[in-house]
């Protein structure tokens, strides 16, 4: 992975020898370190499920692998953006060792602008996503942000404001702005 890393850094093409399977030659050329591997398959086809699954994998330490149809790939990037922030590192990889073989390793926003410019929109698609960092906590001053908004605003306001504030995610502020309230209501 290190040395796939050097490549990727360089600028130049990196490109799998067929395997065994899509998924195997997508993080062999990922070049992406973490805590092990997560093969999720596909993610769930309604946004609503799918967003959920892709925030429980949001602070995940391994590096995360997943098959996404055609169809649904600017989709999937726009929700992966959207619970993940568009620096996270990825790496496409579709029609892997065929004639319109693509692989592009760029932080999920350009990777979703790129899709969308993309005539393309065939073949399948391997996904693999750069581990996530895990927190145990919210940043002392993301909580000083939420924690002051709430006595002011809704939970939602209040989160939805502090991450425009701290750049902190919107639905990690939501989480602990609900599990704060719901403390507040029982000591009283």
């Known amino acids: 992975a290190r040395l796939v890393e050097a490549v990727h850094a360089a600028g130049l093409p990196v490109c799998p020898i067929p395997g065994p ?14 805590q092990g591997f997560r093969f999720i398959g596909f993610l769930p086809p309604k946004t609503r499920a799918r967003r959920e699954a892709i925030r429980a994998l949001a602070d995940d330490p391994a590096v995360i692998a997943l098959y996404e149809a055609p169809h649904r ?16 590192q990825a790496l496409l ?10 692989i592009r390793r760029l932080p999920l926003g350009e990777l979703r602008d790129f899709v969308r410019d993309q005539q393309q929109a065939r073949g399948e698609c391997v996904l693999v996503l750069a581990p996530g960092e895990q927190r145990t ?4 001053e ?32 939501y989480d602990w702005a609900l599990a704060a309230k719901s403390e507040q209501k029982d000591s009283e």
């Not at 399977?21 to 062999?28: D, G, H, M, P, Q």
């Not at 790939?73 to 996270?88: K, M, N, T």
């Not at 906590?137 to 002392?140: E, H, N, P, Q, R």
């Open 93 to 102: 990889a579709r029609e892997i060792s065929k004639t319109f073989e693509t």
């Open 142 to 173: 993301s909580r000083r942000v939420l924690e002051i908004l709430l006595n002011e605003v809704s939970p939602a306001q209040a989160a939805r404001l502090a991450a425009a504030i701290t750049g902190e995610k919107r639905s990690v502020l």
């Open 137 to 140: 906590a919210l940043a002392a």
């Open 73 to 88: 790939l600017q989709e999937c990037l726009d929700d992966l953006v959207a619970e993940l922030g568009a620096e996270r």
């Open 21 to 34: 399977s899509a998924v195997a030659a997508a993080l062999s050329v990922s070049g992406f370190v973490g």
